[in-house]
C-alpha cells in the first residue's frame, strides 16, 4: 500500500510562495494502479518527485507499505562518464542487488553492442531511454512510479516496454502521470485529474477522461 | 510482508550499501579510467605536499627551529589538505548528485559524507606513503608517538567532515556560501597552523590562532611526531567541543537542507 496524507507542496519564488500541490490525498493498494492526468504544469512532475522521495512535502505525509521504484526510465541520475554496465552496478549497489545476473537481461533490452562498456555521454538519446528503462526493470519493485513524458521511444520500444512492464509484471501497482488521456484509458483501472493543485478522484476512468476533455478552457 | 520497521542493524547495512555504491561511482567518474585513475586519489594530494616540501626546502625556509623542513612541510600540508579538501569538495556535492535522490536510499548525508570519506582516504594515503619514503631517504625520522599521529589525524579529520557536513548543506540555503568558500580557504590557509607553530608566535597572536580548532589539531599531529623537540600548544577538550557544535549544527543543516532541496 501507498499513501498521500493530505499533502502540500510549495515553491517558493520572487513573487511569494506557489502551491503546487494542494491538500492531495489518495490511497495505492498492492497490485492496484492509478492514472493521473494532467495538463502541462498541473503539477504531475511534482507529485511523482514527492512519490519517489526525491523531494520532500511541505506538510502532509506518504505512508509507503511496499518498494516503490523510482521514476521509471529516468535517465537523469546517470553519470555521462560512466559505462552502461558502471550506472547498472551503481544501481544494483543502491538496492542491494546483485549484478551480474542482470547483465544478460540489460545488454540484450538495450541492444547497445560494445557501446554497454562506453562511456554514456557517447550515447544517443534512445540509447539512454533504452538503458534507464532496462535498469528500471532490473530492480524488483512492488509499485512503480510512471512519468509517461520520460518514456520516448519508437513503436519498437514501446511495445517492448509494454510486454515488460504491462505483461511480464503485471501483478505490481503502478502510478502513471500523463497529458495524454488516451494513455490512461489503455492502461489503467482508476483515474484522477491534477487540476489547479487538487488532485480529483473519479469513480470510472471514463469519467475522469470527460471530466479532462473539458477542463481545455 | 517486509517489516516497515527499521531496525538500527538494517539501517547500518542500508547506510553502508549506499556509501559503497556512491564512493565506487564517485571514484571513477572523479578520477576516470585513464593513465594512474583511482591512484590519483593519493597521487594529487602527494604532489601538493612533495611540490610543497620541495619548494620550502629550497628557498631554504629557516623558521628558527630543530625541526627538519621535510617533516614540518609534510606534516603542515597534510593537515591541512585535510580540511580544506573535505569542504571545499564537498560544496558541489549536492549539486552534482541532486538526480541521485530519487533513489531513495540516496540522502543528502550520503553524498556529502562519501566524498569526505574520499578525500580523508587520500590525503591518509598519500601522507603514510610521503613520510615511509621521506624516512626511507633519510630526510624525515620516524614518528616518536605514531598513535599521537593518528590521533591528530583523526581529529583534523573529524573537523574537515563536520565542516564539509555544515558548508555543503548550506549551499542549499544559498550560493554565496560557495563564493565565500574561496576566499575564506586563502585567508584562513597562513593561519591554520601548517606553517608555523604555535609556539613561534607573539604570545598576545598565539591565544588569537589558537581560536581555529584546526591549528590544535596540527600541534597534536607534530608533537605525536617530533616528540619534546617543540613545544606544542594545544587543547583537546576545547577541539572536541567545536567539532561536536559544528557537527550537530551540520547535521542539523543537511536535515534542513534536504526537506528545501528542488530535485529537478
Redesign the interface.
Known amino acids: 500500500m501507498i499513501a498521500i496524507e493530505n499533502l502540500c507542496k510549495t515553491?517558493d519564488t520572487r513573487f511569494g510562495p506557489r502551491t503546487i500541490l494542494d491538500n492531495i490525498n489518495f490511497r495505492l493498494e498492492r497490485g492496484r494502479n492509478i492514472g493521473i492526468l494532467g495538463r502541462n504544469g498541473a503539477g504531475k512532475s511534482t507529485l511523482i518527485?514527492m512519490l519517489?522521495?526525491?523531494?520532500?512535502p511541505t506538510s502532509g505525509h506518504i505512508i509507503?507499505?511496499m518498494?516503490?521504484s523510482?521514476?521509471l526510465a529516468?535517465g537523469?541520475?546517470f553519470?555521462t562518464?560512466?559505462t552502461g554496465l558502471?550506472n547498472l552496478?551503481?544501481?544494483c549497489?543502491?538496492?542491494?542487488v546483485d549484478y551480474k545476473p542482470l547483465i544478460p537481461f540489460v545488454e540484450d533490452f538495450t541492444e547497445l553492442g560494445i557501446y554497454f562498456r562506453e562511456p554514456v555521454s557517447s550515447y544517443s538519446m534512445g540509447m539512454v531511454t533504452r538503458l534507464a528503462f532496462a535498469l528500471s526493470m532490473a530492480i524488483e519493485f512492488d509499485c512503480f512510479l510512471i512519468d509517461e513524458a520520460m518514456v520516448v521511444g519508437d513503436a519498437r520500444f514501446h511495445e517492448r516496454c509494454h510486454v515488460e512492464l504491462f505483461q511480464k509484471r503485471k501483478d505490481r501497482a503502478f502510478i502513471l502521470v500523463t497529458h495524454d488521456a488516451n494513455v490512461i484509458k489503455l492502461y489503467c483501472e482508476s483515474a484522477c485529474v491534477l487540476h489547479k493543485g487538487k488532485l480529483v478522484p473519479f469513480a470510472s476512468v471514463d469519467e475522469a477522461y470527460d471530466f479532462y476533455q473539458h477542463i481545455d478552457e | 510482508?517486509?517489516s516497515?520497521q527499521p531496525s538500527l542493524l538494517r539501517s547500518i547495512a542500508?547506510q553502508m550499501?549506499?556509501l559503497?555504491?556512491l564512493l565506487?561511482?564517485e571514484v571513477?567518474?572523479r578520477y576516470?579510467r585513464q593513465n594512474l585513475g583511482v591512484l590519483w586519489v593519493f597521487v594529487e594530494p602527494m604532489i601538493f605536499t612533495g611540490g610543497v616540501t620541495a619548494l620550502w626546502t629550497a628557498v631554504g625556509m629557516n623558521h628558527g627551529s630543530s625541526i627538519p623542513i621535510v617533516a614540518f612541510a609534510v606534516t603542515g600540508y597534510s593537515s591541512v589538505l585535510l580540511w580544506r579538501n573535505c569542504a571545499g569538495l564537498s560544496i558541489g556535492a549536492i549539486q552534482s548528485n541532486i538526480?541521485?535522490?530519487?533513489?531513495?536510499?540516496?540522502r543528502v548525508i550520503d553524498v556529502i559524507l562519501v566524498r569526505c570519506v574520499i578525500e580523508i582516504a587520500g590525503v591518509a594515503a598519500s601522507f603514510s606513503i610521503l613520510s615511509t619514503l621521506f624516512i626511507f631517504l633519510g630526510w624525515m625520522t620516524y614518528p616518536i608517538d605514531p598513535l599521537q599521529v593518528v590521533f591528530g589525524f583523526l581529529m583534523l579529520a573529524w573537523f574537515g567532515t563536520a565542516l564539509a557536513l555544515t558548508i555543503a548543506a548550506a549551499t542549499a540555503f544559498s550560493h554565496v556560501v560557495e563564493k565565500l568558500w574561496a576566499p575564506a580557504t586563502y585567508l584562513l590557509f597562513p593561519l591554520a597552523g601548517a606553517a608555523f607553530m604555535a609556539d613561534w608566535l607573539p604570545p598576545k597572536f598565539r591565544e588569537v590562532v589558537l581560536w581555529l580548532p584546526m591549528v590544535h589539531g596540527v600541534e597534536i599531529l607534530r608533537e605525536g611526531f617530533f616528540g619534546n623537540v617543540v613545544r606544542t600548544h594545544y587543547d583537546v577538550g576545547y577541539m572536541a567541543s567545536i567539532c561536536m557544535l559544528l557537527t550537530l549544527f551540520g547535521l542539523y543543516l543537511v536535515r534542513e537542507a534536504?526537506?528545501r532541496?528542488?530535485?529537478?
Not at chain 2, 538526480?99 to 540516496?106: G, I, Q, T, W, Y
Request: charged fraction near 25%; charge should be positive; aromatic fraction near 10%.
Open positions: 515553491y518527485r519517489s522521495g526525491a523531494e520532500r509507503r507499505e518498494s516503490v523510482w521514476p529516468f537523469g541520475a553519470h562518464h560512466l558502471d552496478k551503481f544501481v549497489r543502491v538496492y542491494g | 510482508m517486509i516497515s542500508l550499501r549506499v559503497h555504491a565506487m561511482r571513477i567518474t576516470g538526480a541521485l535522490l530519487h533513489h531513495r536510499n540516496v534536504g526537506l532541496i528542488e530535485a529537478k
